[in-house]
């Protein structure tokens, strides 16, 4: 009984290592090209600013904000 389960269990590692070694990886397909930031003009004070974003000033919200403003 021993005896055919060390055999399955070679024959289970030398299988996966056969498709290991002849395995043949796909050529990755090209990413696209990241796109343009358009610059923005800033409105207001800084002060004015500060008082807009500070209720995002936290670190779940931070990108959000960024990304609307």
Sequence with gaps: MHRRLY????????A???LLFFHKP???AP???PPHATPV???GTPGEWFAHIKPFC???EVELAERQN
Aim: charged content about 10%; proline content about 13%; hydrophobic content about 50%.
């Design 31 to 33: 990413l696209p090209p």
């Design 16 to 18: 996966c290592g056969a």
């Design 26 to 28: 796909r050529a990755a």
């Design 41 to 43: 003009e800033a409105v």
């Design 7 to 14: 055999a399955l269990g070679l024959t289970y590692v030398a």
């Design 58 to 60: 936290n670190p779940v």
